[in-house]
């Protein structure tokens, strides 16, 4: 997964600054009572707003909903200038490491929702963590899913939601596949828009 350090991040991490003061201020907090409620000193949220030191995504979802905004805003995009309706003509697949994906919701957003087919015995060994929640909701088939050490066998109409901090597997348990509806807060970058984990070369 791309890291707030990498290239792929950095002009986005640098747009942060200006806007954060704004939104604290928006938000009618303080420095101090915003830095408390984020588990930050106020030197620390200081140095954030001053653009002396570069955010986590960590802490860019924490201040986000500190704040009553999306990631995207702390980032400085503009709402108002995304659809809020995506038709489904204009949902074009992608197929990344054998599993298909449709972008189901608006891009550029904090929170991504994707339509997805995993297929039978693609990717079940690849361990994703990383920041943020994830939802997902099984329309069709059967999804094995490991969430830390307990292990889970999801059927139609089934859904979960856990903190991606916790080490997860995803895999299809049947050989038809399984269709699942998947909602998740990440950083716009090629890799964790898709939630694919590690790629070759990539460090985890």
Do not use: K, N
């Amino acid at each position: 997964m791309s890291t707030p350090e990498s290239p792929s991040g950095a002009d986005d991490l640098t747009a942060v600054a200006p806007q954060l003061r704004a939104l604290r201020r928006r938000a009618g907090l303080t420095l101090e009572a915003a830095a408390r409620s984020a588990g930050l000193s106020p030197a620390h949220l200081s140095r954030l707003e001053t653009g002396q030191r570069q955010p986590s995504l960590p802490m860019l979802l924490a201040l986000a909903r500190i704040y009553g905004t999306t990631v995207a805003e702390l980032l400085g995009e503009s709402v108002a200038d995304r659809d809020a309706v995506v038709r489904a003509g204009d949902m074009e697949p992608t197929r990344a490491g054998g599993w298909t994906y449709w972008q189901a919701g608006a891009a550029g957003r904090g929170m991504q929702a994707l339509r997805v087919h995993v297929p039978y015995g693609s990717q079940g060994d690849i361990v994703r963590v990383h920041p943020g929640e994830e939802w997902l909701h099984v329309l069709r088939g059967r999804l094995r899913l490991r969430l830390g050490d307990s292990a889970h066998l999801l059927g139609p109409g089934d859904g979960a939601h856990f903190d991606s901090l916790t080490p997860h597997r995803l895999a299809a348990e049947d050989p038809d596949g399984v269709d699942l509806l998947f909602v998740h807060t990440l950083l716009q970058s090629p890799t964790a828009t898709l939630c694919l984990g590690p790629t070759p070369g990539e460090t985890p």
